[in-house]
């Protein structure tokens, strides 16, 4: 029975509540906000101590009646919704709260079964345990202070110098964001410094999202052909399911930046600027993961259903082309011909030239 239902139907003055589902009788009291209404009329502050008599009594036997269990479903949602009564709700719960612990302790026979911590597990680490004045003093550090500082090696620390055989000199900083093209960044910053060289530039950085399109395009084609090529496995292999965990994520090698450049070259970060989704990964990787993970389910479908190698290779490169678009979307297409100039070394600007990324 709603709570509302039943305050109506007290203000009423009636036992039934306006929903027309059936309640016990309840006293004709109903509490709204501070205020105690008696059949419709408000009570005054002198009356209520006898209001609430009565309600003590009614909430006595209606508690009765649920702990012998003659009750109606209705009077258990009265109680859980109306304040008067909600006592005889919270006794019956402890009521069985009580009888459930009695039971455990009554059904137990106080022996461990193997392999679980036991009491005389417990208090032999307990004994074991001496608080002397070394165990004192790293109680005392860990409870007040970080791990991590109290774990630094300070002979370490003294030894080590920030003087290198090798610098590369660059202008300017670059900045991955919420990314994990860490890598990209990384081997992109080591050719940097020729390019500036070589035109007498102020500063200069390549496109991070140039390479990061292609390389999303790249693995998303690995992740599909090697669930054409595992097609007869079970899926909870355990390469398919590394296959599947991370099939299109930012991370990458040395390597991965040495191949994108030598296969798909490298154009200034104007021609193709940083995106939301390109400085933000997060969001457009989960999407493109579910999308791939939908596409090894119907290539494996396809496979179960007997459509040769030809056909499943045909249906790659039709969801290769939807991963092209979604890229495009996020990221911005990549240029196959682009205009570019610059500043010479007397701050003028260089007539612009045609160049192609490779």
């Known amino acids: 029975m709603h709570c509302s239902c ?7 003055g009636r036992h039934e509540p306006l929903c027309g589902r059936r309640a016990i009788p309840q006293p004709r009291v109903v509490r709204v906000g501070r205020w105690v209404y008696r059949r419709g009329q408000r009570v005054s502050w002198q009356g209520q101590r006898a209001v609430r008599r009565q309600s003590d009594r009614a909430a006595k036997t209606q508690r009765a009646a649920i702990l012998k269990g003659n009750h109606p479903r209705d009077a258990i949602l009265y109680n859980l919704c109306d304040p008067v009564e909600e006592n005889a709700m919270t006794s019956y719960l402890k009521h069985l709260t009580v009888t459930f612990i009695v039971v455990l302790f009554v059904a137990a026979d106080g022996s461990a079964a193997p392999g679980t911590l036991s009491d005389k597990d417990i208090e032999r680490m307990q004994s074991s345990l001496k608080m002397d004045p070394q165990m004192r003093a790293m109680y005392n550090a860990l409870t007040n202070t970080d791990i991590s500082s109290l774990a630094l090696n300070r002979e370490i620390v003294r030894g080590h110098n920030e003087l290198y055989s090798h610098k590369i000199e660059v202008k300017g900083i670059t900045n991955q964001k ?8 990384a081997g992109l910053n080591v050719i940097r410094p020729k390019v500036i060289d070589k035109h007498k530039l102020k500063g200069f950085e390549f496109s991070q999202t140039y390479l990061a399109f292609w390389d999303k ?7 599909l052909e090697l669930i054409i090529e595992m097609r007869d496995r079970d899926l909870m292999d355990r390469e398919m399911e590394f296959v599947l965990r991370h099939p299109c994520d930012d991370g990458g090698y040395w390597e991965s930046v040495v191949n994108l450049i030598e296969k798909y070259g490298a154009v200034p970060q104007g021609v193709m600027p940083e995106t939301n989704s390109s400085s933000s990964t997060g969001l457009m990787n989960s999407l493109l993961s579910r999308k791939l993970r939908a596409d090894a389910v119907k290539l494996r479908e396809m496979h179960a259903a007997g459509e040769p190698l030809k056909k499943l290779r045909a249906a790659k490169k039709k969801m290769l082309a939807e991963v092209y678009r979604m890229l495009v979307l996020n990221l911005g297409e990549p240029p196959r ?3 570019w100039r610059h500043e010479d070394p007397n701050s003028k600007p260089t007539a612009p030239k045609s160049y192609t990324p490779r």
């Open 217 to 223: 395009m790249e693995k998303a084609n690995v992740t």
């Open 178 to 185: 919420s990314s994990g093209r860490c890598w990209l960044f």
């Open 337 to 339: 011909q682009f205009e």
């Open 6 to 12: 039943a305050r109506l139907a007290g203000l009423r």
